[in-house]
Nanobody
Framework: QVQLVESGGRLVQAGGSLRLSCAASARTFSSYAMGWFRQAPGKEREFVAAIGRINSRTTYYADSGTGRFTISKDYAQSTVYLQMNGLKAEDTAVYYC????????????????WGQGTQVTVSS
């Protein structure tokens, strides 16, 4: 069982930056791939970014975040981060952290563990 707790969401002006954090409870955090997804009002949840387990350099990004978002992991803290720069109004959403054992994917259905989400609001 893995528990995930997101933090860092808040109201920010367009063009600003935020760093979201997701703290994981897993004792074998290094074996899990982690992903970030988001859900805007009235829309389906969508993939944002994913990163592989320890010793993997694999990262995936949605086109919407490429060049603006960076996903990273701190194994000592069992935490995954999403650095978001150049934020736009269309980035407004609830951001969810997710975990799956072993390899990262971009498919929501592949992830077994989810956090409760953190709200990001970008004002234009």
């Amino acid at each position: 069982q893995v528990q995930l707790v997101e933090s860092g969401g808040r109201l920010v002006q367009a063009g600003g930056s935020l760093r979201l954090s997701c703290a994981a409870s897993a004792r074998t955090f290094s074996s899990y791939a982690m992903g970030w997804f988001r859900q805007a009002p009235g829309k389906e949840r969508e993939f944002v970014a994913a990163i592989g387990r320890i010793n993997s350099r694999t990262t995936y990004y949605a086109d919407s975040g490429t060049g603006r978002f960076t996903i990273s992991k701190d194994y000592a803290q069992s935490t995954v981060y999403l650095q978001m720069n150049g934020l736009k109004a269309e980035d407004t959403a609830v951001y969810y952290c997710a975990a799956r054992y072993w390899e990262p994917t971009i498919r929501e259905s592949d992830y077994h563990y989810w956090g409760q989400g953190t709200q990001v609001t970008v004002s234009s």
